[in-house]
Nanobody, 121 residues
Framework: VQLVESGGRLVQAGGSLRLSCAAS????????MGWFRQPPGQEREVVAG????????YYTDSVKGRFTISRDNAKNMMYLQMNSLKPEDTAVYYC???????????????WGQGTQVTVSS
């Protein structure tokens, strides 16, 4: 499975961005997917996860109510809509996929190359 992120850029605090992840390879619909991020000088952390069917989602507390994860299995795409962005959301965002259809584990099987999101104050 190959994952390619897009959509990261510089944005002002309070603004919005939508990240996209294009997946290629077999059995996309059997994969749980999600987003991790790595802020400058910090460890990677999970941001959100979604089951293969899309009916189960997970968000870390700091993004609840602001970020929305979704997927379109017909297009092999996953998205992260980010609203009300804060400077502390600045990070490299990684698209991930896991062999479990229910969601993602702390150590997903597949990773994209990352896309930079910078939120200015």
């Amino acid at each position: 499975v190959q994952l390619v992120e897009s959509g990261g850029r510089l944005v002002q605090a309070g603004g919005s961005l939508r990240l996209s992840c294009a997946a290629s390879g077999p059995s996309f619909t059997n994969l749980g997917m999600g987003w991790f991020r790595q802020p400058p000088g910090q460890e990677r952390e999970v941001v959100a996860g979604i089951s293969w069917s899309g009916d189960s989602t997970y968000y870390t507390d700091s993004v609840k109510g602001r970020f929305t994860i979704s997927r379109d299995n017909a297009k092999n795409m996953m998205y992260l809509q980010m609203n009300s962005l804060k400077p502390e959301d600045t990070a490299v965002y990684y698209c991930v996929a896991d062999s479990s259809p229910r969601g993602i584990s702390p150590n997903p099987d597949y990773w994209g190359q990352g896309t930079q999101v910078t939120v200015s104050s």
